[in-house]
């Protein structure tokens, strides 16, 4: 490893629970695509006590784009479900703080910004079916150009609990035309990893009208033969978080996971169809 903070190739051949103690520690604060082999990689959303409820409907309604895998109790820094190793204040890469729907900062922990009513939920990340897709031969083109994967708005709607709404948010990766059906089988697998893909095809058909200027993340570039495929993501209930413009919330930053210490088959709270 290189002097400083490390780079992500650095923490490629490392155990889960030695990545979890670099970003604890503060050693790195990327993004942690192919990172966690093995292990579910978490988006994170927290908010006070008195919006839980809410947003927790929210995620049984919308297990597709939303898959929980565990909820706090209000004021604990850690879900049962994810590891006793586990802890949400400095466990993610990096963490976004929120006022009223505006981006106040970035940190690396949240040690001076936690409160007794906070309540965290856990919601599964679609970088956990990307190592199986890459063991099948299926290139992840933004994790072998070190860039965070491509995110859009779309015209999917989610439904509606209390103040979060909104179009769900979908992640994009050029996938070779045919090997589509493998694709799906493949990430049917992972249920709390968002599962089989939502949109195959014309961007425009789920709202997106340039798949070069994405919302999140770094455009990617296309071989021959390759088409885009969308999966749903778990920056969506960020974005409806976002839009509620609640006093305080609190998220990962997109592509900066928390690094859980259950397996990546781990079912979801709420199961969905995905057939």
């Not at 030695?18 to 990172?35: E, F, K, N, P, V």
């Not at 978490?42 to 895998?69: S, V």
């Not at 994009?172 to 697998?189: D, G, H, L, N, S």
């Not at 609640?246 to 079912?267: K, R």
């Amino acid at each position: 490893m290189t002097s400083g903070l490390a780079q992500l190739p650095d923490l490629f051949d490392m155990e889960t629970t030695a990545q979890r103690r670099m970003i604890r520690d503060g050693l790195y604060s990327g993004h942690t695509a192919g990172l966690a082999k093995g292990n579910l990689q978490c988006n994170l959303a927290i908010l006070p006590g008195e919006l839980a409820d809410d947003f927790h409907d929210y995620c049984r309604l919308n297990p597709k784009a939303c898959p929980l895998a565990g909820v706090s109790r209000a004021g604990e820094a850690s879900i049962d479900r994810l590891g006793n190793d586990v802890d949400i204040r400095t466990d993610a890469a990096l963490y976004n703080i929120y006022r009223y729907g505006v981006l106040e900062k970035q940190v690396n922990d949240l040690k001076a910004h936690w409160r007794d009513d906070l309540v965290a939920f856990a919601i599964g990340c679609s970088f956990t079916f990307e190592d199986a897709l890459r063991k099948a031969g299926i290139e992840m083109r933004h994790i072998d150009r070190n860039v965070t994967v491509p995110m859009f708005h779309s015209s999917i709607e989610t439904v509606a609990s209390g103040p979060f709404e909104g179009g769900m948010v979908v992640s994009m990766r050029p996938i070779p035309e045919t090997r589509i059906a493998e694709v799906f089988e493949i990430c049917r697998k992972y249920p709390l990893a968002h599962g089989a893909p939502v949109h195959v095809g014309d961007p425009a058909t789920i709202g997106i009208s340039d798949i070069d200027k994405p919302d999140w993340g770094e455009a990617v570039d296309f071989s021959s033969g390759e088409v885009p495929v969308f999966w749903a993501c778990g920056v969506t209930p960020q974005a409806a978080i976002m839009r509620s413009r609640p006093p305080l919330s609190i998220t990962h930053a997109p592509g900066a996971m928390l690094i859980a210490d259950v397996g990546e088959h781990t079912d979801p709270i709420y199961p969905y169809n995905d057939n």
